[in-house]
T-cell receptor, first 111, second 115 residues
Framework: GIQVEQSPPDLILQEGANSTLRCNFS?????LQWFHQNPWGQLINLFY???GTKQNGRLSATTVATERYSLLYISSSQTTDSGVYFC?????????????FGQGTELSVKP | SAVISQKPSRDICQRGTSLTIQCQVD?????MFWYRQQPGQSLTLIAT?????????ESGFVIDKFPISRPNLTFSTLTVSNMSPEDSSIYLC????????????FGSGTRLTVV
């Protein structure tokens, strides 16, 4: 089956720093989604991005589907950005699609 | 995007018992899914909840252990049966429509501890 790999597995930042998280996938996918899981376990949808670039405040994401990777940029990081970031690829079948998750990047932002 | 209410948010259960988790979506959705997240791990798909028919289970998950119902397009339940400590995990419900601009949404999760 398809493999989804994220890097780095862990990242520690000082508040205000910028970072780039990477997601590689082993096969063609229909779409890709980035999530943030906060320390309370809630999974928050950040971007649904099959290709191109999207921005939302301090966060932006770029997916290059032909080269099978996606990047999540966090600028001017804040302590509230701490948590685990997951990318998940969408595999379409029949009338729907399912998500296959990477192992996540655990981000810790220090004050 | 759809809003999902999931309950209970957490529970502590005795081994050998069963727990049913409920997932309610505020709009009709094509797809509903159940995921498991073991401590310190990523999310693993348990099954796709199909409306009006039996769920589709992923490799390693069986209906006897994780029976699923989906009586309509906005509601689903997952039961964790005959629990053991190894079932201690976060269980998450997800829903979405294939062509949704917002992608797939998740409930807040059920944190299960089996003692």
């Amino acid at each position: 089956g398809i493999q989804v790999e994220q890097s780095p597995p862990d990242l520690i930042l000082q508040e205000g720093a910028n970072s780039t998280l990477r997601c590689n996938f082993s096969d063609s996918v229909n779409n890709l989604q980035w999530f943030h899981q906060n320390p309370w376990g809630q999974l928050i949808n950040l971007f649904y991005i099959p290709s191109g670039t999207k921005q939302n405040g301090r966060l932006s994401a770029t997916t290059v589907a032909t080269e099978r990777y996606s990047l999540l940029y966090i600028s001017s990081s804040q302590t509230t950005d701490s948590g685990v970031y997951f990318c998940a690829v969408v595999m379409i079948y029949n009338q729907g699609g399912k998500l296959i998750f990477g192992q996540g990047t655990e981000l810790s932002v220090k004050p | 995007s759809a809003v999902i209410s999931q309950k209970p948010s957490r529970d502590i259960c005795q081994r050998g018992t069963s727990l049913t988790i409920q997932c309610q979506v505020d709009s009709q959705v094509t797809m509903m899914f159940w995921y498991r997240q073991q401590p310190g791990q990523s999310l693993t798909l348990i099954a796709t909840a199909n409306q009006g028919s039996e769920a589709t289970y992923e490799s390693g998950f069986v209906i006897d252990k994780f029976p699923i119902s989906r009586p309509n397009l906005t509601f689903s339940t997952l039961t964790v049966s005959n629990m053991s400590p190894e079932d201690s995990s976060i269980y998450l419900c997800s829903a979405g429509t294939r062509d949704s601009y917002y992608g797939y949404t998740f409930g807040s999760g059920t944190r299960l501890t089996v003692v």
